[in-house]
T-cell receptor, first 114, second 112 residues
Framework: DQQVKQNSPSLSVQEGRISILNCDYTNSMFDYFLWYKKYPAEGPTFLIS?????DKNEDGRFTVFLNKSAKHLSLHIVPSQPGDSAVYFC?????????????FGQGTTLQVKP | DGGITQSPKYLFRKEGQNVTLSCEQNLNHDAMYWYRQDPGQGLRLIYY???????QKGDIAEGYSVSREKKESFPLTVTSAQKNPTAFYLCASSIRDTDEAFFGQGTRLTVV
């Protein structure tokens, strides 16, 4: 049972345009969401997060939107740069039995073309 | 520099052998995690530990074992009972289980 889903395996955008990466979740108990960026053969690096009490969080070129009613979050990158080409994972956390483990989606490979 | 270190980066083992992957952090983080990445499946949680001498099974713990004798170290043993051990293994840590996790560079294990 995939609780966090990234239904688009890949996305290709032109440099300077907006990249929108989507993520859906099924568990309404999730209360914290994160996006990670990963290059091949490296560990993921934290990008941006959002608490379930907010609907938007912005950090430079990166903005995460959360729609709790739709159980959907998205990551917007504006403007996209070739260095943004990587795999992006969304992750969700909930607190059950005092655990805080992260549940990851399958990842979306973003390619930004010069 | 503080960080989380996994070693080795690449590891080859023969089928039927146990192998231990190292994970060390000097971030003074309480919580540590092991994930496995397979193509198209994202990161799946194997084991996690919130405090020294305590750990819990994740979603795919069968065929794996861990120990947490020191705060800085969380080694993962891939046993011969793991049916498909070839994968990219990622270790992570966080201040408590309430914060975002920081990842190591990963170990690619190939069992032949």
């Amino acid at each position: 049972d995939q609780q966090v889903k990234q239904n688009s395996p890949s996305l290709s955008v032109q440099e300077g345009r907006i990249s929108i990466l989507n993520c859906d979740y099924t568990n309404s108990m999730f209360d914290y969401f994160l996006w990670y960026k990963k290059y091949p053969a490296e560990g993921p690096t934290f990008l941006i997060s959002i608490s379930s009490i907010k609907d938007k969080n912005e950090d430079g070129r990166f903005t995460v939107f959360l729609n709790k009613s739709a159980k959907h979050l998205s990551l917007h990158i504006v403007p996209s740069q070739p260095g943004d080409s990587a795999v992006y994972f969304c992750a969700a956390r909930f607190f059950s039995s005092n655990t805080g483990k992260l549940i990851f989606g399958q990842g979306t490979t973003l390619q930004v073309k010069p | 520099d503080g960080g989380i270190t996994q070693s080795p980066k690449y590891l080859f083992r023969k089928e039927g052998q146990n192998v231990t992957l190292s994970c060390e952090q000097n971030l003074n983080h309480d919580a540590m995690y092991w994930y496995r990445q397979d193509p198209g499946q994202g990161l799946r949680l194997i084991y996690y530990s919130q405090i020294v001498n305590d750990f819990q099974k994740g979603d795919i713990a069968e065929g794996y074992s861990v120990s947490r004798e020191k705060k800085e170290s969380f080694p993962l043993t891939v046993t011969s009972a793991q049916k498909n051990p070839t994968a990219f293994y990622l270790c992570a840590s966080s201040i408590r289980d309430t914060d975002e996790a920081f990842f190591g560079q990963g170990t690619r294990l190939t069992v032949v």
